[in-house]
């Protein structure tokens, strides 16, 4: 069954630090972009791009990350990570990891969610 599981949200000061983590299964890497969304507070919100994979290789990262996020990924582990640095509480959200198949033969899949929350 195909999944992508999620680890690393929490609470955290503004200024401080976390990292997240996704773990695909059941999925082959390579069939997929794969990165990062969020959500904000607000039943109306829409997710937004925080961090990206594109086909070519390149990385798009939301404008408000500023340089403070950096993602990464381990091919052999099937594994997409997110460090972020300097949160503030405005990066308060319910964070997702997305894989957008190159195929439509595919699903597009995303993860449970996991909550980051920056307050003092």
């Known amino acids: 069954q195909a999944q992508l599981v999620e680890s690393g949200g929490g609470s955290v000061q503004p200024g401080g630090s976390l990292r997240l983590s996704c773990t695909a299964s059941g999925i082959a890497f390579s069939d997929y972009s794969m990165g990062w969304y969020r959500q904000l507070p607000g039943q109306e919100r829409e997710r937004e791009v925080v961090a990206y994979f594109m086909r070519d290789g390149s990385i798009d990262y939301g404008e408000f990350v500023e340089g403070r996020f950096t993602i990464s990924r381990d091919l052999a582990k099937n594994t997409v990570s997110l460090q972020m640095h300097s949160l503030k509480p405005e990066d308060t959200a319910v964070y997702y990891c997305?894989?957008?198949?190159?195929?439509?033969?595919?699903?597009?899949?995303w993860g449970q969610g996991t909550l980051v929350t920056v307050a003092s």
């Open positions: 997305n894989a957008d198949p190159y195929s439509p033969q595919y699903d597009e899949l």
